[in-house]
């Protein structure tokens, strides 16, 4: 086992009408003015954007709309970092996004210094969210995930002072994603799990913990497809992404490098796909790629806990059966599993794996990935 | 699934060397004047007392030795409260104890109006720990178990100010832990994770988390027995031990009520018996008591998940193997698994069972039970 040095802040706040219940006292404990962030018109749709203004009515809220599910730099840091300088910000409340405006909204220079790492943030407006899609983990994690168009780059950033203060989680507010981001959503937090799993000096108790995660991600994800206001169903489910990126499913464990995370940032950075079918393309590419004797004991171990594959198969129709029961998985809940389905052809795969080879330290996965293994691997998934 | 509202705010510092590294630096953050608890012998036997002096050689260090394994109201509670007063501490650092000592000192009147729930706590002094035995999950938990010996109370003093602000873990303090003691930590850990499992409303999730703790616990559990110095073994047994208690495996789950621990607390109170060795006398007496139609699919999950019984057979007899299984195990590691073992005769069941009857609420639990049953669990396990 490896040292380590842990902690996750944020309070969680879970279950049906926890927002109603709550929120005006977090938010007080905050100051009186508020960033309100968030994407498009679902949080009208499911009234909580009315709600929200409603139960916050006496304090001053100004407002940041239009983040995208891939969010950006420009406009969306340079304006919430403008708008938090000019109106002497207090606290942000993501409804979506959120992460790198907190921390720019405490520099004075570009916020690309910090989302870069070229500058240690040395302070952020404390963040409370509110969770409106199960997938991210964002909820319970440290920074965000920011692109920048003109160059490509798609950079997790990531920086304790930036785990939300407060994470509301209603299962409720979910009932009406759709089925395409729920199975996207239900992709990338199994996808979360999948990278902290196939790694060094894993424990039976980190491997069971990813295992219960896995298995729970597929029920609970098929459940919430067939009957998207399955309470039970979407309430697991989230909870279940909430854990997917604060490091409880790994402790210990030596570091993966998050391979399937650094190739499927360049695809949308380039193409701005739905980064959870990004994953799940990538994601049994990859397992093949990596599929090797030495490998071969966590592919195993993966087949017989996480799809109860018979035991006592020979060990390489296990492991090859277990990457085939992943795809077939993901393809099961619908997504589509060739990058051509989702507007990607081979014209880019080798400008794209060069900007992965040079910018995610894939040489220093759980298998090293060289730039000529991923171009193999994107080829794959064409 | 239940609503829930959760947050652990402590640090964890874990693997071998960590108190070198980093305590001088963490200290600092709290201030100048120390009070260091500790119980007995083993924090000399093992270097960390000459080590600590020597890291915090520029601190004002105040001194509490003596707490027992069981820690008592007077004089453990009193004596640290009323050196903290005099000397004006800023931070416990705990060696063993110190929870209720933190917030009765920023209490004007008697601790025990705090323990006894009479009172609720406004502040409490920072706690960082150092941890030399798995087994409680204090270092990630919110409070301490106190005894008063006059009245046979042993109280569970639970508030979020009680969180350790920062937990040292270094599995290499656990070394020298002996036999029995190892055994018992193995033991209340389980217990900790049995009592959260038998439960309503559980997830496929928390199941799975419980399950996993469970069997890592009794692999390297056994380990730890086998060969004391297993680093892997030992480390992997400590970060278990540390979700014990911190809710994590259990958030959405109905409230169980901690049957064991309820009738428990009473033996150690009246007996001062090791916890962890009367916590496996009794949980599997309490399981034959409370199998039944309504809990059989319970048990049969756990049998076949944590024992891995065959599944196909009739499910009456994979839930009395369970429970059989769990009585094996814990007699397989050592444990006496009989109370006139450990001192205890039929003489004060009638009044201890009356005791918790009327302090433990168990009548609330996952199965209710009246005193007449905890004379029968109690009985039984003679």
């Given at each position: 086992m490896r040292n380590f040095d842990y902690m996750t802040p944020t309070r969680l706040i879970f279950g049906k009408g926890v927002v109603d219940k709550k929120l005006p006292e977090v938010m007080?404990?905050?100051g009186k003015k508020i960033l309100l962030t968030y994407g498009g018109g679902s949080i009208k749709k499911i009234g909580l954007y009315q709600k929200v203004l409603e139960l916050l009515k006496d304090r001053e809220i100004v407002e940041l709309a239009g983040i995208q599910p891939n969010p950006k730099y420009d406009p969306s840091v340079l304006d919430g970092v403008r708008l938090c300088k000019e109106h002497k910000v207090d606290v942000i409340l993501s409804v979506g996004g959120g992460s790198a405006i907190a921390a720019g909204a405490c520099y004075d220079g570009d916020p690309w210094?910090?989302?870069?790492y070229?500058?240690?943030?040395?302070?952020?407006?404390?963040?409370v969210d509110i969770i409106t899609l199960a997938a991210t983990g964002s909820e319970y994690d440290a920074g965000g995930v920011i692109s920048r168009t003109e160059t490509n780059d798609k950079i997790g950033y990531i920086d304790p002072l930036l785990y939300p203060r407060v994470s509301f989680l209603d299962p409720t507010y979910t009932f009406t994603v759709s089925a395409k981001q729920t199975a996207a959503g239900i992709a990338d937090a199994m996808n979360h799990t999948i990278e902290q799993y196939f790694a060094e000096d894993t424990t039976l108790l980190n491997d069971g913990f990813c295992e219960s995660m896995l298995r729970s991600l597929m029920v609970n994800?098929?459940?919430?497809l067939e009957n998207p206001e399955d309470y039970t169903a979407r309430a697991e489910m989230m909870l279940a992404c909430t854990y997917g990126c604060n490091r409880i499913l790994s402790l210990g464990n030596s570091a993966s490098g998050w391979p399937c995370h650094g190739i499927e940032h360049a695809l949308s950075a380039y193409y701005d796909i739905t980064?959870?079918?990004?994953?799940?393309?990538?994601?049994?590419?990859?397992?093949?790629?990596?599929?090797?004797e030495r490998t071969l004991p966590r592919f195993v171990k993966y087949g017989i806990n996480v799809f109860g594959i018979d035991a006592t198969l020979d060990q390489w129709d296990i492991a090859r059966k277990a990457i085939e029961e992943t795809y077939k998985f993901f393809e099961s809940i619908g997504i589509p599993m060739h990058l051509r389905e989702v507007g990607i052809d081979g014209s880019r795969i080798n400008e794209m794996a060069h900007h992965i080879a040079v910018n995610e330290g894939l040489d220093q996965a759980y298998v090293p990935l060289s730039e000529q293994d991923i171009v193999e691997i994107l080829t794959a998934s064409l």
């Open positions: 007080g404990q905050f210094d910090l989302i870069s070229k500058v240690k943030a040395k302070a952020a407006l404390p963040i994800g098929r459940r919430c980064h959870g079918e990004g994953l799940a393309i990538i994601t049994p590419r990859w397992m093949t790629h990596i599929l090797s």
